[in-house]
Nanobody, 118 residues
């Protein structure tokens, strides 16, 4: 079992950068596919990016491609999301998730709020 805990959210101006972290407890972190999702006010939760258990493959939503980078550090049991060139429409609560089958998440964090001001 994996328990994700997100951190790193905050307020940033448009064009700025933030790096989110997700610390995942449990000795089996390296065997899980990991992903970031987000939910903006009044909208449904949406996929942002994912990375396979090995780190060998990643995928991104079109809206963040070229601006966001997902990565993982197995030694630290930590997932990251580097967000550059942030836009006001990136404002959302960002969630970290883990799953044994890619794109089927079993465990979710409680989220961290990112606010991008114009």
């Amino acid at each position: 079992q994996v328990q994700p805990v997100e951190s790193g959210g905050g307020l940033v101006q448009a064009g700025g950068s933030l790096r989110l972290s997700c610390a995942a407890s449990g000795r089996t972190f390296s065997s899980y596919h990991m992903a970031w999702f987000r939910q903006a006010p009044g909208k449904e939760r949406e996929f942002v990016a994912d990375i396979t258990w090995s780190g060998g493959s990643t995928s991104y939503a079109d809206s963040v491609k070229g601006r966001f980078t997902i990565s993982r550090d197995g030694a630290k049991n930590t997932l990251y999301l580097q967000m550059n060139s942030l836009k006001p429409e990136d404002t959302a609560v960002y969630y970290c998730a883990a799953g044994q089958i890619r794109f089927r998440m079993d465990y979710w964090g409680k989220g961290t709020l990112v606010t991008v001001s114009s």
